[in-house]
Nanobody, 128 residues
Framework: QVHLEESGGGSVQAGGSLKLSCAHP????????FSWFRQSPGQERRWVAS???????????YYEHSVKGRFAISEDLTSNILSLQMNSLKPEDTAVYYC??????????????????WGQGTQVTVSS
């Protein structure tokens, strides 16, 4: 089991910003996918953004359409931290956010079922 440790959630007013972090062990696989998901009460866990780390290179960040242009996913291979910078936050962004890791992935999946490793979740609350 790969341990993922999240931090950075909190409460903010609409239009504000938050940065989430997900610390993980050094990567040992050639192909890897890191993603962020979120889950609101009564709803299924939904994909937010993904980034690939292949042969030591970070590439292909991509986003769910409602967060594109507002959120930025990044991976620092020196410190082994996945991040999600969230700007222009909206009340509908309120959810528990989870980081997820799929080792050996050639392509990042948008379905949570492909990810064997998860962080504990961190609450993000955006008030209007």
């Amino acid at each position: 089991q790969v341990h993922l440790e999240e931090s950075g959630g909190g409460s903010v007013q609409a239009g504000g910003s938050l940065k989430l972090s997900c610390a993980h062990p050094p990567i040992t696989k050639t192909y890897n996918c890191f993603s962020w998901f979120r889950q609101s009460p009564g709803q299924e866990r939904r994909w937010v953004a993904s980034i690939q780390v292949d042969e030591g290179a970070v590439r292909n960040p991509y986003y769910e359409h409602s967060v594109k242009g507002r959120f930025a996913i990044s991976e620092d291979l020196t410190s082994n931290i996945l991040s999600l910078q969230m700007n222009s936050l909206k009340p509908e962004d309120t959810a528990v956010y989870y980081c997820a890791y799929e080792p050996g992935a050639w392509v990042c999946a948008e379905s949570s079922t492909y990810y064997p490793h998860w962080g504990q979740g961190t609450q993000v609350t955006v008030s209007s």
